[in-house]
């Protein structure tokens, strides 16, 4: 006689179940996305065009197109085994408050200090800069979870750090830097005069609160003129989806075990990096035709690069100073209005997420942040987590699902990512909670400017 | 042939691991603690004397010195699930660190919204409640974790609840008091105009930032005289050590698992309730002679309720409202001077941590603040946790054990607990890595002056 067990709450992988090798779902694609192009020549880039900004293997990482599975190495793997493998979690109360009969789960990736799963690519770039003698890193942060989750790579690994953060991070979340000075780092406010990019950007905006666009720019100039540094990017790049296909790795492990499979898998949506590390082990199984779970990537409204955005050759920065890359965009100069979801706010998307999106592998939706906290409170009342704004896109969206189940009957399986805490956050948890929190979507015609800046290719 | 594999970094117990009782310590204890008292009668208390504060069942459970194993109702049980077990942790990265030979072990007990272990009482506290028919709860809190773990349980099993938090924690850290909010309770700056016990407190000292004592005094003056509630309390309590039982049976069972046991056991003390709960088990062993490991309570310099306190009874407030207890303590109206382990700050200490360590079954250490956060850095780097205050006073202890272990070869098993998470605590480690943090020790004179004023019993 077979006792059926009850799902845990948490579903948790022994250490040896931890990845040995990453899954690149490139090689499996049956389109590619379209090459990046050097700014310089309009030409395809190659291994050597990425040498002054990543180190040597990052930059293999980044246009390898054929390997499908790429060993993880060791001493990323002995500082994942401190955080990971992070639970798969059934939101039990959740389904229960909703009343649905479908069963919702979370891959959860905010317990660790960084608070997101930022973490999973920051070890892979310090590790490998590290390895080929490179003295110290330079990036941007917006929200602060890839400042953090760099800054303890590089405490790990025993790199500096110089980070640019979004100005307007930098002031409202004090807390961010100090935690990012505490694993050693240095925390510049962006735009700053210690580059020429943001020399130029506060002679032209001298208010400007800053954005990810030019905080990106501001870390590739440092990078490129220090000696012996490189740069480190927590999202879009290809190596970065790379590096975060642990987390669907893992979600399909945990959900053989419980031999379920998703219907519905759910995202949150900046750069892509969650969105395309959670659903590419799945991804592979659609384009292979072994399964057809419907994928969604969530955006806010007043950042809708896929929703409303353009497919095209763009900078992944305001100085124009990266490659350009083919991709889903507002405008390498588009300036989102606040929203509480820093991660989010970024002009363009990666790649491949915005190349699976045109060939009609993905879906795309966007909430108004109201909305999306709306969801939040019920999740944390209910789950007992205060999840990150960012990640409380993808609870809305699953939210939204879960309730469309109860309406048809449907039992279906709801994955979504849980990328992190909102610790963080509170600020904006209090502008919901008192009633002044705004939503706010830009009109056709300031994302028609936008578009005008496009470069021509 | 046998293959000896390697420990882990992390055990994670199953869900069917997760303890079913809680431990009673006290029906082992071969010397009881003396008996509280009621402050009318100075008469030991019975039952019927706590209920105007207390629920029935807590209550009882905190006078039941026979019951070895109570029961952990499946409620609340059901709540531990979604994020216990909680995982022990092999600190390999400190050990290589410090050199040491010896094996370093933490209970990790901050993966959960509250960022601390106080939820495991929390828990078992509003679920009695709403049991038996009370609508609404009143606490305090210091630091903000314990009000942070009572919301959120509040929340799941639907009680309206009332946090009185100490003046200086709700200005230095707003966003404690944001996430209370998010979680549905009200939160008041102690004191405050909204009991008489504030406004007496207030009236003597009209700038006062508060204390912990002034805050419970608020507390409890509101339970009773407001229809259908009850007061809660995070530690200090029989009740509250016996939910936090469940920390130190998961250690226990964990530690079976990997084939070790402890030569030496920290935690920091503040009202006892980590420390209690974490050694319960292993006290047990100690006062059977079955084991003798040491047990160390660790606390601040500027708030030494065990190194420097008067074992005698006293008031565990300073409105003096509540009953009167049998421990160290600094005199109930000690105004500990500003420290960043908010959680430390308490004159008192639990009587059934006074008892065993007046009958040498516990030793206690301080440290000063400036020392405490060297550990906590040094261990936010190695580890990749960012520990709190408080927890980072036991970091700073088991560091010494182990850098004395490499002075003297021995491959001693040291096990702490980590309590919580310092995510609310970055304006201390500012205050640490700019140099500006200042230590403080009360004189003898200090204390005298505060001995003087405990009660004639």
């Given at each position: 006689m077979m006792t059926i067990k009850r799902i845990p709450n948490k579903i948790y992988l022994s250490e040896e179940q931890l990845p040995k090798q990453w899954y690149n779902l490139r090689a499996d694609m049956k389109q590619l996305p379209d090459p990046m192009l050097n700014?310089?020549?309009?030409q395809p880039i190659c291994e050597a065009d990425l040498y002054p900004i990543f180190c040597k293997e990052l930059a293999r990482q980044e246009l390898?197109?054929?390997?499908?599975y790429i060993d993880i190495p060791e001493p990323v793997r002995e500082m994942y085994r401190m955080y990971r493998p992070s639970p798969l979690v059934r939101a039990y109360q959740l389904e229960k408050k909703l009343d649905t009969p479908a069963h919702i789960y979370y891959k959860f990736e905010g317990n660790n200090t960084s608070g997101s799963h930022k973490l999973n690519s920051a070890v892979a770039q310090a590790y490998y800069a590290k390895q080929e003698g490179i003295t110290s890193l330079t990036t941007e942060t917006g929200a602060g979870q890839w400042g953090t989750a760099l800054a303890e790579a590089c405490a790990f690994f025993g790199l500096d750090l110089c980070v640019y953060m979004v100005r307007t991070s930098y002031e409202q979340k004090p807390f961010r830097k100090n935690i990012i000075k505490t694993f050693g780092a240095t925390v510049i406010p962006s735009?700053?005069?210690?580059?020429k990019a943001g020399q130029r950007i506060l002679a032209a905006h001298p208010d400007t609160g800053g954005s990810l666009g030019c905080a990106i720019s501001e870390a590739v100039e440092k990078a490129v003129t220090t000696p012996n540094c490189r740069y480190a990017l927590g999202s879009v790049l290809n190596q970065v989806l790379l590096h975060q296909s642990v987390i669907g790795l893992e979600t399909k492990t945990a959900m053989e075990m419980i031999d379920e499979y998703p219907d519905v898998m759910i995202g949150c949506a900046g750069g892509g990096s969650n969105l395309g590390g959670l659903i590419a082990p799945f991804m592979r199984d659609k384009i292979l035709g072994k399964a057809n779970p419907r994928i969604v990537a969530v955006e806010p409204t007043s950042c809708p690069s896929l929703t409303r955005g353009k497919y095209a050759y763009d900078y992944c920065d305001t100085g124009k100073m990266t490659p350009l890359a083919k991709m889903y965009t507002l405008?390498?100069?588009f300036m989102p209005s606040a929203n509480h979801a820093g991660g989010l706010r970024y002009h363009g998307m990666s790649p491949i997420v915005s190349k699976l999106y045109h060939d009609g592998y993905i879906e795309a939706v966007s909430y108004e942040q109201t909305k999306v906290f709306e969801a939040a409170v019920l999740f944390a009342k209910t789950e007992t987590i205060l999840p990150a704004p960012e990640s409380s896109h993808a609870i809305r969206c699953a939210i939204d699902e879960a309730l469309k189940c109860r309406e048809s009957g449907e039992k279906k399986t709801i994955v979504f990512g849980?990328?992190?805490?909102?610790y963080f956050d509170l600020a904006a948890y209090d502008s919901f909670l008192n009633g002044t929190m705004t939503d706010s979507i830009p009109t056709d015609e300031q994302l028609q400017k936008s578009f005008d800046t496009l470069p021509k290719v």
């Open positions: 700014p310089k020549t309009m390898d197109e054929k390997t499908a735009p700053s005069n210690t580059t405008g390498y100069d849980l990328t992190g805490t909102g």
